[in-house]
């Protein structure tokens, strides 16, 4: 088989979600299945999640249409739309649209009477990360604006831009229940949500009525959180020995090679960046990744699977970026196998 295997622990993934919920005593519990599950596998994942989420959360409206029809589930996408098209489509599958602007709800609200249907939506709220979200004084006057029955705020929430800094955390979380007292008066309740991984593992005080867990699900904690709850990493990534030789001249790769790694034989793995690894390396190669394979410098068993990943902090501190983006590449051109479902 060309294709590397990625291994995806189910299991694992619903015991994380298991232990996030009991450590914050969240009420609900918002499932980040975004960027394919965070390169783990969406639809598998949220099946899998089934029975412990109670909603999920993608970027694109794109992701979230077959998650709406599989599960039954409410899906929130978290990046607001851009057209017309767009927010008809997460219409039609009953998504939950983020609006971080009076432009947003607009759009939502044309769309709506144009078609005669409703949107629904959780406002975003700036308190510091400056992605998308109201800022104050935009805010309170959306509230005063024309607001309009076809489009159903259900929510509001925002999101801690240091996670790991208790002082900004407090910050944007009074920032937050500003927001949320002024929302309320014109919306009635709503449901109210702030704490990502990060915020969970500070306990109920952020919890409100519900936690948005993604990194966490999947094994991983954000810098900072390092060993504060033992979570179970979800996916190990495996490539075949394709070729098996003594070394014989030149080099190994596009690089050259030195006398101690070619004295143990050399082995061609397939696996390369067009996998999704980096090219500096980090997984045993000798020089720089190819596109398709590597060079590693042992004499192998031809067609034997090598683990080349089994933790993407490891490796991302080898190749200095983080986890999130190493576990939404390592299983790009993989074939996922679920365990434990």
Request: include cysteine; charged fraction near 25%; proline fraction near 1%.
């Amino acid at each position: 088989m060309q294709e590397n295997k990625a291994v995806v622990r189910l299991d694992a993934i619903r015991s994380n979600a298991e232990i996030l919920r009991k450590h914050c005593g969240a009420k609900k519990l918002c499932a980040v299945v975004k960027a394919d599950a965070y390169g783990h596998g969406a639809a598998e994942v949220a099946g899998a999640l089934s029975g412990e989420a109670d909603m999920f959360a993608v970027a694109l409206v794109a992701g979230g249409e077959g998650l709406r029809l599989s599960w039954a589930k409410d899906v929130l996408v978290l990046v607001p739309p851009l057209t017309e098209s767009e927010a008809l489509r997460g219409m039609n599958s009953d998504l939950i649209f983020s609006v971080g602007d009076a432009e947003d709800y607009a759009l939502l609200r044309r769309t709506a009477e144009k078609y005669g249907t409703v949107a629904r939506c959780h406002l975003k709220v700036n308190t510091g990360m400056n992605r998308f979200g109201f800022d104050g004084d935009a805010f309170r006057s959306f509230l005063r604006g024309g607001l309009s029955d076809r489009v159903c705020v259900e929510g509001i929430y925002s999101h801690f831009y240091l996670p790991n800094d208790v002082t900004v955390v407090r910050g944007q979380f009074g920032l937050f229940s500003d927001f949320a007292e002024e929302a309320e008066r014109v919306f009635g309740d709503l449901i109210k949500h702030v704490s990502a991984t990060g915020g969970i593992l500070y306990g109920k005080e952020y919890a409100l009525d519900m936690v948005r867990p993604g990194i966490g699900l999947y094994g991983y904690l954000p810098a900072g959180f390092e060993g504060a709850l033992s979570l179970r990493k979800a996916m190990r990534v495996y490539a075949s020995v394709v070729s098996s030789r003594e070394y014989a001249f030149g080099g190994a790769g596009y690089g050259k090679l030195s006398d101690a790694d070619a004295k143990n034989g050399l082995s061609a793995v397939r696996c390369g960046y067009a996998d999704g690894f980096f090219r500096g390396g980090g997984i045993g190669n000798v020089n720089s990744l190819c596109m398709d394979a590597f060079i590693y410098s042992q004499k192998l068993e031809k067609y034997e699977e090598l683990c080349i990943l089994s933790d993407a902090d490891e490796y991302a501190r080898k190749n200095g970026t983080i986890s999130y983006e190493v576990l939404v590449h390592a299983g790009r051109r993989a074939e996922k196998i679920y365990v434990g479902g």
